[in-house]
């Protein structure tokens, strides 16, 4: 099955720097990468998703890259605000179907005013 | 619309217990799932359904059974519950081709 990894567990930025979220993911067949944030206490709630045939999508500040070759996908956040602060997970499909989702096990991303 | 919504929010089960949690969604969504969330392990998969009456496992479904007689309803029952089913339940729901919408959750304390 789909087995995807996250990077980094933790991260701590100031306010308005960058912060990068890495994920490597095994099945080939993968064609749908979500990224969702969850805050302390709430559900998760999708903030961006790609699929396999692009290679970049943005959203205000909010961008993910894809690279197929190489099984990995990124989330970057610029202009960090406290507000961002929370856990970010990433996920992948498996067997080209959107609803079974296998999720990597979350970035805790502090953002310090 | 109420979207995804759970019940209960907590509950507290004794060791060999079973319950039903309840999760319904009114988006008319083909698609629904059930994951666990555990500290540090993300969100993993338990059951999943593609429709009314079609249901199948995903990473985690020993002690889990599932059963969809409506698209609006999945329930998801614990029959005899264990200590490593304490958890937070997360039901989600989608269209084909779209983002998942997750319910509130449902913590689970199994003692």
Redesign the interface.
């Known amino acids: 099955?789909e087995n995807v990894e996250?990077h980094p567990?933790t991260l701590s930025v100031q306010e308005g720097d960058s912060a990068v979220i890495k994920c490597t993911y095994s099945d080939s067949a993968s064609n749908?990468f979500?990224w969702y944030k969850q805050e302390l206490g709430?559900?998760?709630?999708?903030i961006i998703?790609i699929r396999s045939n692009v290679g970049e999508k943005k959203d205000q500040r909010i961008a993910v890259t894809l690279n197929k070759t190489a099984k990995h996908f990124s989330l970057h956040i610029t202009e960090t605000q406290p507000e961002d602060s929370a856990v970010y997970?990433c996920?992948a499909n498996s067997g080209g179907s959107?609803?079974?989702?296998?999720?990597?096990?979350?970035t805790l991303l502090t953002v310090n005013p | 619309n109420a979207g995804v919504t759970q019940t209960p929010k907590f509950q507290v089960l004794k060791t060999g217990q079973s319950m039903t949690l309840q999760c319904a969604q009114d988006m008319n969504h083909e698609y629904m799932s059930w994951y666990r969330q555990d500290p540090g392990m993300g969100l993993r998969l338990i059951h999943y359904s593609v429709g009314a009456g079609i249901t199948d496992q995903g990473e985690v479904p020993n002690g889990y059974n599932v059963s969809r007689s409506t698209t609006e309803d999945f329930p998801l029952r614990l029959l005899s519950a264990a200590p490593s089913q304490t958890s937070v339940y997360f039901c989600a729901s989608s269209r084909s081709e779209s983002e998942q919408f997750f319910g509130p959750g449902t913590r689970l304390t199994v003692l």
Request: proline share 9%.
């Open positions: 099955g996250q567990s749908y979500p709430k559900r998760p709630q999708l998703d997970f996920a959107n609803y079974k989702l296998t999720f990597g096990k979350g």
